[in-house]
């Protein structure tokens, strides 16, 4: 049995959320900062392993723990442990805001975590604390330094690029990718049900980098099977590599190959999709496995051939943490 939708597209990748909240305060995502309200608790341990046992006997090879932001969980080294440990999984992924990165990278890697993504808006640090609300630029770099101190051969950069914020700091992000193999990701600003009027004030289209690099002797490479969205380009001048994440751009839904699951255990088909299908009623024990196998062929199988951000609608996502980005 696999995942696949009536687009012909099969699924190897998931993004699990085992968490809505986030200690930081970016301008695009919780500029507020997180506000917990009333309702059920997040996943357990032993829920999250369910849901991951039933994607992995369903054929899904990498799994990305996300939030809000993941390691805030006390508990997080156990559900990587957890999960890092099931029988067909090849790849256990995080994204984190590099809070703490630097004391806790080998306990990741210990704990079977394979490759790590870390988020980066900014290389000044007076910026960084404009977009994220804390003053851990320098923090940040450290915890990717120690991240290849670590083990981790795959470490990735991710930056949400801004107008007028952090669009003048390009060419010091392709520096850092330069004698070093770490992949520097530029993250298209995506419009979001909370804020409207801030995606109108920093937008910049993808293909603004797209054609620098283009000018300057970078050229696309191939996507690895169970690759996320990002578009990859590489120079031989450079060790490292660029990727790009353009939602906006045209086909960008034709080849995905991730589905989403919240920390609540719902089902998301698209990040940008109208609803969540519940799935934690069949979470609740071991031999629920198969009736939940059966749930996610079936909602999958529904699964449209694209989002409508281009038309302005965003969906249910409200902000990028209440999914797992």
């Not at 039933?54 to 939030?67: D, N, P, Q, S, W």
């Not at 394979?114 to 770099?141: M, Q, W, Y």
């Amino acid at each position: 049995m696999r995942l696949s939708d009536g687009f012909g597209r099969t699924f190897k990748y998931l993004r699990l959320s085992v968490t809505e909240a986030c200690n930081f305060k970016c301008s695009y995502c919780l500029p507020d900062g997180y506000r917990k309200c009333a309702g059920p608790q997040p996943l357990t341990v032993d829920e999250l392993r369910r849901a991951a046992t039933a994607f992995t006997e369903l054929g899904l090879r990498k799994i990305r723990l996300t939030g809000g932001e993941p390691t805030v969980r006390k508990d997080f080294l156990e559900i990587a442990e957890t999960i890092g440990a099931l029988h067909g999984l090849e790849k256990l992924a995080l994204t984190t805001n590099g809070y703490r990165l630097e004391h806790r990278a080998k306990a990741f890697f210990d704990a079977g975590i394979s490759a790590i993504n870390v988020s980066l808006d900014s290389l000044d640090p007076a910026t960084f604390l404009k977009v994220t609300g804390h003053d851990r630029c320098d923090e940040v770099l450290r915890g990717i330094d120690a991240a290849f101190d670590a083990g981790f051969d795959s470490v990735k950069l991710n930056a949400v690029y801004l107008k007028g914020i952090n669009d003048h700091e390009l060419d010091a992000y392709l520096r850092l990718a330069k004698d070093r193999p770490l992949s520097v990701r530029f993250i298209e600003l995506m419009e979001t049900g909370d804020h409207p009027a801030y995606f109108q004030r920093h937008h910049i289209p993808a293909t603004v980098i797209a054609e620098k690099l283009e000018r300057e002797g970078w050229t696309k490479k191939l996507k690895a099977v169970d690759a996320g969205p990002a578009n990859e380009y590489v120079h031989p001048d450079y060790r490292g590599s660029i990727g790009l994440i353009a939602p906006y751009s045209k086909d960008f839904c034709k080849s995905c190959n991730r589905l989403r699951f919240s920390s609540m255990g719902k089902l998301h088909l698209c990040l940008f999709g109208e609803f969540g299908v519940p799935m934690r009623a069949l979470l609740q024990s071991d031999d629920q496995v198969e009736e939940l196998k059966a749930r996610l062929i079936k909602a999958v199988g529904q699964k449209v051939d694209g989002h409508q951000l281009a038309a302005g609608l965003t969906g249910q996502t409200s902000n990028l943490s209440s999914i797992g980005g």
